[in-house]
Structure formats: structure tokens, C-alpha cells
């Protein structure tokens, strides 16, 4: 049993020499942008009083923020860990327990929050297939302009060890495994981890732990968008401001995300996407290959598999180890039958 189950992530939490330069990326982005406290805020249109923070100072990531239910949920949490709830001075307000997780990442859980009104959503596109006409007399006529982010859905850490991580993370959270990656039978790389909500969906996951080589960091931070034609203006509109495009527009495999990834001035990873999985706590756990991590159902290939980035920074020792690894695994020495 966890000490809590959160209900989603809440925020990502950054620093940047240059918050002029953030703002102008986070609008373009698709999030509405504002000032409070000396601290830049971007939020989204599900009425969350923020899903973006950047501080002033040496660009770095800082801290991921996981929603818990309520408020007693932080005092079980904090009574667990030896430390305060705290009042969050911060827009929305609300309350916060602060952790440090085993590779010095910072998680804050929040409670309490004021919401506001979502904004309204347009209806669902209509689409005309081979099967189903229902766009009759409704020409699409889209004009160019950012994408919409409505919310956040997940983030990407890299860890040093996984499933010291997992545990870590599953003993508070109350997280469960919807795909674990595997470089072999037996050798895990990686989890996405979703919410457990009971009866209710969650996302294919909120956060995605990895180990993998390089430095320790945020991998990418995803912000859903309202639906594919929302993704694609967005993409064009990023790629009319000379943006630096890092992966898409594709479909990923585990999840089913259509995905759009950017970065931002200061080389941090966003992403948007639409149309993802969700799962119950009843959905068991699946294994999947490493090659399915960084494949795609159709769309771009991974810029390492089109020759457009170079390997991360240790990646031949990792494939390395992880060769030694299996060779341990089935090239042991036969053993000797007791006589």
C-alpha cells in the first residue's frame, strides 16, 4: 500500500537567465503566460492555476509537481516523511509537501488549489472516412495560430537507477506500471507509470522513469492540445518562429500519442500531443522492447535512427553493459551436480 494516490501531475518547474525570451516560446507553445512573485506562470485551459513555472536564474530544471486529492492526503504524506505541509505562496494557493527523491530531484505535492472554470472547448472536429461521412456542407478552414495546451500530462526523468526510483516513487504515489521497457528479458531500462484512479481513466502514464546514459534531467515535459488539427497548427506556427523542432509530428507506440516535440530557448524539451491511452487500475502491467521506445507507428523517426542527432553522451558504454550483462545472464558456467 502507498502512503497516498496522487490524482495527476500538477506542474514543471524551471530557472532561465532570460525570462523575456521564455514567455515569447511558452505563448507561442500554446500557454497563456503571466507574472506573479518574480516567477513567470504558464497555464492551460483546464483551469489549473498554473502547469509552468520559471524562476530567474541559471538555466536548469528544478522541480516536477504531482497533485494529491486533498489536503489530508499532505498531512499523510508529510507525517510519513518526517517533514511539514506547507502553505503554497503561489497563484491559486493551496498546500505543499516537499520531497527529495533518490537522485535529488524535487517533488512537490500540491493540495487545495482554486480552480478555475475551464474554458470552453470547441466541439469535436468532424471527419469524413471512407465509413462514416458526417462533414457535410463544413468546409475546414483553419487559420494559422499556436496550438491550445489545455493541461499537463506527464514528465520524463532520468534516473540513475530504476528500480530504486520505482519503488521510491510507487511506495508514496501510488503509481502503477502500464508499460515496462526492457533492453532484455530481465534487464528493465524503464517504466511509464500512470495514476491510480480506481474505476476512473488515467492516463497511459504521468511520469516515465528511465535509465539511461548521460546526464541526470528532465527528459521532456507534455502538454495535451485540444485534437490533431490544434497539434499541426501548432507545429506550423512553432516552425514559422524558428523554433528548434527535437521529434514529430509521429504516433508513438506505448501510449498511442500523437506527438510533437520542441525546445525552448534554453534547450529544454516540451511537447504536445493528443489522442492518448487511458487505462483503469485494473489494466495489468505490460513488458515491451527497448526498440519500441523510441519507434513509431507512423511519422518521423527518432532523429538518432534519421542520422540527425548524435547518440547521447554514453550510450555505446550503456549498450555495452547491458551486452556484458546478458552475456552474464546466459553464458553462465554450467554447474556442478552434487555427487
Not at 518574480?38 to 520559471?54: A, I, M, S, W
Not at 497533485?67 to 508529510?78: I, Y
Not at 521510491?168 to 511509464?192: C, H, I, M, N
Not at 487500475?281 to 505490460?286: E, F, G, L, T, V
Request: charged letters at 25%; proline letters at 9%.
Amino acid at each position: 500500500m502507498s502512503v497516498i494516490r496522487i490524482e495527476d501531475i500538477a506542474h514543471v518547474r524551471f530557472a532561465a537567465p532570460d525570462t523575456g525570451r521564455m514567455r515569447a516560446f511558452l505563448e507561442d507553445f500554446g500557454l497563456e503566460v503571466f507574472e506573479a512573485q518574480g516567477r513567470l506562470y504558464g497555464k492551460g485551459g483546464d483551469g489549473r492555476p498554473f502547469v509552468h513555472v520559471t524562476e530567474l536564474g541559471e538555466a536548469r530544471f528544478l522541480a516536477v509537481g504531482l497533485r494529491a486529492a486533498d489536503v489530508a492526503d499532505l498531512d499523510r504524506l508529510a507525517a510519513e516523511e518526517g517533514v511539514t505541509v506547507e502553505d503554497l505562496d503561489e497563484p491559486g494557493g493551496g498546500r505543499i509537501v516537499r520531497l527529495t527523491d533518490p537522485d535529488g530531484y524535487r517533488v512537490e505535492v500540491v493540495a487545495g488549489q482554486a480552480k478555475a472554470p475551464p474554458e470552453p472547448l470547441p466541439e469535436p472536429a468532424a471527419w469524413n472516412t471512407a465509413a462514416v461521412r458526417s462533414r457535410f456542407r463544413r468546409p475546414v478552414r483553419l487559420s494559422p495560430r499556436p496550438a491550445r495546451v489545455w493541461r499537463i500530462g506527464h514528465a520524463v526523468l532520468k534516473v540513475t537507477d530504476f528500480r530504486r526510483s520505482e519503488l521510491w516513487y510507487k511506495a508514496r504515489f501510488g503509481f502503477l506500471t502500464s508499460d515496462e521497457v526492457q533492453a532484455a528479458e530481465g534487464v528493465p531500462v524503464g517504466a511509464f507509470l500512470r495514476c491510480d484512479r480506481g474505476d476512473r481513466p488515467a492516463d497511459h502514464h504521468t511520469l516515465f522513469l528511465a535509465q539511461l546514459p548521460g546526464p541526470l534531467g528532465l527528459l521532456h515535459a507534455a502538454f495535451e492540445v485540444t485534437d490533431l488539427d490544434d497539434l499541426m497548427l501548432g507545429h506550423q506556427y512553432l516552425k514559422s518562429r524558428k523554433y528548434r523542432s527535437a521529434w514529430g509530428v509521429g504516433r508513438h507506440i506505448m501510449g498511442s500519442q500523437v506527438f510533437d516535440y520542441w525546445k525552448d530557448p534554453f534547450g529544454n524539451e516540451l511537447e504536445h500531443w493528443t489522442d492518448g491511452d487511458l487505462f483503469t487500475a485494473a489494466d495489468p502491467p505490460q513488458t515491451q522492447p527497448m526498440s519500441a521506445l523510441l519507434a513509431v507507428q507512423w511519422g518521423s523517426p527518432h532523429p538518432m535512427f534519421a542520422g540527425k542527432r548524435p547518440p547521447p553522451p554514453g550510450l555505446v558504454s550503456f549498450l555495452l553493459a547491458v551486452l556484458l550483462r546478458l552475456q552474464r545472464l546466459f553464458h553462465r558456467p554450467p554447474q556442478r551436480t552434487p555427487a
